[in-house]
Every structure is written in structure tokens, then in C-alpha cells.
């Protein structure tokens, strides 16, 4: 059984990859999160000025 150690440049290019892939996949999350968001803030608003009906007839919001 050999032993093989990493060198310090396989450990810095490992990081990297771990950095490079975290921050692809929080950007795809963010990406998700902020659009789920706008559409409720758009709903919510279109609902609020009337444009779009209440859901529910007990639901009805007014300024």
C-alpha cells in the first residue's frame, strides 16, 4: 500500500473547484429566491390596485 500525498498545487486547484462550484450553485439559489420573490411582490400589488381579483372573497385587501 503506497502512500500519495497531495501536493500544494493539487490542494489549491481542489479549493478552487469547491469555491467555483459553491458559488455557481448560491448563484442559481439567489437567481430562484429573487425571482419567486418579484412575483409575489408583483402579485400582491396587481392585487392590491385591483387588477387581479382576491383569491379568496374574504381576502379582499383595500387601501
Not at 455557481?24 to 387588477?51: D, K, P, Q, T, Y
Request: with cysteine.
Amino acid at each position: 500500500m503506497s502512500k500519495t500525498y497531495v501536493t500544494k498545487q493539487e490542494c489549491q486547484e481542489m479549493i478552487d473547484d469547491a469555491i467555483r462550484k459553491h458559488n455557481r450553485n448560491a448563484g442559481l439559489i439567489s437567481m430562484c429566491v429573487g425571482w419567486v420573490v418579484l412575483a409575489l411582490f408583483a402579485e400582491g400589488l396587481l392585487r392590491l390596485i385591483g387588477i387581479i381579483p382576491p383569491l379568496l372573497p374574504w381576502l379582499k385587501i383595500s387601501l
